[in-house]
């Protein structure tokens, strides 16, 4: 079995980022729309994202689009929590063709599972700095694998892009520092007399695989979103609105 990969298209007004599932002919659609003309006219509105991009991806049924709050809540892919209702979550599932999910970034890491066992089902996460601590992508796969017929052997992760280690840190008195200090794997944790440089997708990689999954079935997109302002938004380098827009779907 092949491993997952992505891919990115630079031109056009919607450069995007498609994560690629290992195997073909599978319904999966999932594709993070970059910076870009398209993206900046949306400013990081969710239902204004959708529309500016529908005459490139016809929409498949109504957009669930949570508001985000760094926490470990995932939203059921059920029209009844789709725009314009705007339920708090950081993830969004999807097991049914019909409904779209949708999340948004600068600098946090989207972080995406997918599997065709026992039948064909989407997650997308958003976890950040705060993310990571709470362990939402741990969290995630214990209730998914939590259904006997949903393997971690069986399903696919990819973590990216979102900021890498070099780019970001935090001073040692946040309170948020600390917490992260005593979750954080050690190889994933920098302390320096000034401040403490933390690898957030590291971490996520470190959570799956504790969740199970196999080495092989994880790709990290070894990109930083500060560090390519060409490629994508980023908080920490001025994006105070403009967002990636992920959005996901099961075909028919």
């Not at 066992?117 to 989407?122: C, K």
Request: aromatic share 12%; glycine share 8%.
């Amino acid at each position: 079995m092949n491993s997952p990969s992505f891919r990115i298209e630079h031109d056009g007004v919607f450069p995007f980022l498609e994560y690629l599932y290992p195997e073909p002919n599978t319904p999966f659609f999932i594709r993070l729309f970059l910076r870009g003309t398209g993206m900046d006219q949306a400013l990081g509105n969710p239902a204004r994202a959708r529309a500016l991009a529908e005459p490139l991806i016809p929409r498949q049924g109504a957009l669930i689009a949570p508001h985000q709050v760094h926490g470990t809540f995932m939203v059921p892919g059920e029209a009844s929590y789709a725009l314009p209702e705007r339920p708090e979550g950081d993830g969004v599932f999807l097991e049914t063709p019909g409904i779209e999910g949708s999340l948004r970034f600068a600098d946090c890491f989207p972080v995406v599972l997918a599997s065709v066992t026992p039948s064909p089902w989407i997650a997308i996460l958003h976890s950040g700095f705060k993310g990571a601590v709470s362990n939402i992508s741990g969290t995630v796969c214990e209730k998914l694998f939590a259904f006997r017929q949903r393997q971690p052997s069986a399903t696919f992760a990819w973590i990216g892009p979102g900021i890498g280690r070099k780019s970001y840190n935090r001073k040692h008195n946040d309170p948020w520092t600390k917490k992260g200090l005593s979750v954080f794997s050690p190889e994933n944790r920098y302390k320096s007399s000034d401040d403490v440089t933390f690898d957030i997708g590291g971490q996520i990689c470190r959570q799956l695989l504790d969740a199970g999954l196999p080495p092989k079935n994880i790709c990290s997109l070894p990109l930083c979103t500060f560090e390519r302002s060409d490629l994508f938004y980023s908080y920490r380098n001025g994006d105070s609105e403009n967002r990636l827009f992920l959005l996901a779907f099961l075909t028919e």
